[in-house]
């Protein structure tokens, strides 16, 4: 079993940036990837970006190329979301997921443990 625990969540200015850390506890040597949803009210979850832990190398969504930044600390076995340039459209909560296998990594079913989400707000 892996536990995830996010934390970082808050309510924002149009413009602002704000940073999501996950910390993760358990059976994490066996990841492959961590990554970063999120669901909106009303909408389904979506991939936002994602990270090959034992390379570091990040994937995005082309909505946040530029302006969210996925990184990982090995030692701390936490992932961060640094997002820049918000926009009320990046209102959502925002979960971080862990994922066993290659492949997928943009597939919300495909991952199998997640946390318990924190809420993300940008006001116009």
């Known amino acids: 079993q892996v536990q995830l625990v996010e934390s970082g969540g808050g309510l924002v200015q149009a413009g602002g940036s704000l940073r999501l850390s996950c910390t993760a506890s358990?059976?994490?040597?066996?990841?492959?990837?961590m990554g970063w949803f999120r669901q909106a009210p009303g909408k389904e979850r979506e991939f936002v970006a994602a990270i090959a832990w034992s390379t570091g190398r990040p994937y995005y969504t082309d909505s946040v190329k530029g302006r969210f930044t996925i990184s990982r600390d090995n030692a701390k076995n936490t992932m961060y979301l640094q997002m820049n340039s918000l926009k009320p459209e990046d209102t959502a909560v925002y979960y971080c997921?862990?994922?066993?296998?290659?492949?997928?990594?943009?597939?919300?079913?495909?991952?199998?443990?997640w946390g318990q989400g924190t809420q993300v707000t940008v006001s116009s």
């Open positions: 997921a862990s994922k066993l296998l290659y492949g997928g990594y943009a597939i919300v079913n495909s991952y199998n443990y």
């Open positions: 358990g059976r994490t040597f066996s990841r492959y990837y």
